[in-house]
């Protein structure tokens, strides 16, 4: 019933948009790390499609549906192939990725929440396997990459948080059986806005106390 | 059957500890490396869970359990929670973090061998698979805070050996089955016991032969 | 049926030199970083199985053969005892095992393709798990060993457009309905040979159209 709030096509194609603009944000990832053509679309795929395989193997949902659709197959390759041949006009846009990277990551911690419920999960399991399916893919890209998941650094805007709200607005609807095209839109909405927000504003999370009198290294820092 | 070796609620609250010191060494890790709370909150819940995890999804047992039951999912937050605002504190009393990431160590190579072999594993596989949960939280901690596994560094006291051979135990007395509340004991604190030797007197585990003839890079080495 | 291309007895003996010859290629890695013997033995599993266990739990055939097949767990053990004894007569030999590591990547495109077939998958899915198994192994290593992985790096000969040419052949002929212990030799064979090639002659993949007029970090040059 869940995965029936929005209608099959129309979920599809925000669905795609969303794994498009996730492969973007892999491929631009690989173009800086100067990998070749593979790379870039061996990163394209893993970012765009790894947070959704993750939560399909966990919830029991085999073969994972990046790999029974072949429209979440083919969808990285082409982002891979747009940025392999206009980077400099990709990065230009880089505003505009981020916007679609907010919107993809509104959409997937809702659809992940849905389909998590839809299999049997509790709410809380529910709510946390919808924001593992938003970021792991991106977590995923910066393990491969050999870099701090941007994702855990403190001097990078927030994108935990909008994500966990989105998810949690599914699962207290869920909960007050609420849930409907409408409030699900919504969960997706507020997700969306708040990550345009944190990015606007510039909004971080806060490191543990009593860091800065703590001998700690600080090694990660990054100007 | 094997799952009865202890009262439900015994193992539970084992599980639960194991789960909490773990998450302990996870969090401190993040700390370390400056991340923000939800770097330290992601970091706790991997290094926790993660092996438990792997182990379910290659029996089959999915949803896994760190998903189904809530207090698998919840003591790591409280570990988090701990370390960020008590960190100089919980550093302080590293011994006894190790003393119980030990018991942590030694509890789940024994659970996860009988866990694997209820669900059909042969007598190697299951033991594998019960040094895999037990050590699989930390090498994932490690990756993602873009470490080499602590695991592998030869400079770092011996960490497989004692969960193989609580993992190899339980698999001799399932073989001459004498598996029972006492065995599984034995061989929980067998693990524990040598872990917390070989970290007193500092035992290592071999190189590869002919280590310094050979014109090899060193770069891993710390001083 | 197309598990039954080969006799059972001649695809499992191709299935362990595939599995004996990657985990070589991780053994060696671990010694080069200085890792101890658990290191040694624990890189040279999940270098030979990584690709294999990642198949099986995708489409659902858990668990997974690496566990239930005891020849797939031994037979990496006894590359690393071999490697840990032998390394510098092994790392003499570096030519034949690149031959052999060619081999397993075109026995395991095959091979990997043919199973993912069988277990219902569509053609591109299947020809994409194909490669994820040939190549899966070796990106899990350099993720573990804190290195970019060589799949990747423009600076390396081709390694991933062999694998995919003979996953494609093994899906055209299944297409065509022609696929035998013949074709699927064929396709064994052109992997096999476009990497010896690849190696032979340097073959590289292009990276990024524009990437030296961009001004983009090539901080992963390496000389």
Redesign the interface.
């Known amino acids: 019933m869940l995965q029936e709030l929005f209608s099959p096509s129309v979920q599809h194609w925000l669905d795609l948009i969303g794994i498009f603009v996730f492969a973007i944000s892999g491929a631009l990832m690989?173009?800086?790390?100067?990998?070749?053509?593979?790379?870039?679309a061996?990163?394209a795929e893993v970012t765009a499609l790894g947070g959704g395989?993750f939560r399909d193997?966990?919830?029991?949902a085999?073969?994972?549906a990046a790999?029974?659709d072949?429209g979440y197959?083919v969808t990285p390759l082409i982002a891979a192939a747009l940025?392999?041949?206009?980077?400099?006009e990709v990065?230009r846009t880089q505003t505009a990725v981020n916007v679609f990277d907010a919107a993809g990551l509104g959409l997937f911690c809702v659809t992940g929440t849905t389909k998590a419920y839809d299999?049997?999960?509790?709410l809380?399991?529910s709510a946390?396997?919808g924001l593992a399916t938003a970021v792991g893919g991106g977590?995923v890209r910066d393990?491969?990459?050999?870099?701090?998941?941007s994702?855990?650094?403190?001097d990078r805007d927030l994108y935990?948080?909008p994500a966990m709200v989105g998810a949690g607005i599914v699962v207290l609807c869920i909960h007050l059986d609420a849930l409907d095209g409408f409030t699900s839109g919504l969960a997706v909405l507020t997700a969306f806005v708040l990550r345009l927000l944190a990015m606007r504003y510039h909004w971080?999370?806060?490191?543990?106390?009593?860091?800065r009198?703590?001998g700690?290294?600080?090694t990660?820092?990054t100007p």
Chains 1, 2, 3 share one sequence.
């Open positions: 690989a173009v800086r790390k100067n990998w070749d053509v593979f790379g870039i061996a990163l395989v193997l966990v919830i029991g085999v073969p994972p790999f029974t072949l197959f940025v392999f041949f206009l980077h400099p990065e299999y049997g999960l509790g809380t399991a946390a396997l977590v393990i491969i990459a050999n870099e701090v998941p994702l855990v650094r403190w935990a948080v971080r999370a806060p490191r543990a106390w009593n860091r009198s703590a700690v290294e600080v990660e820092e």
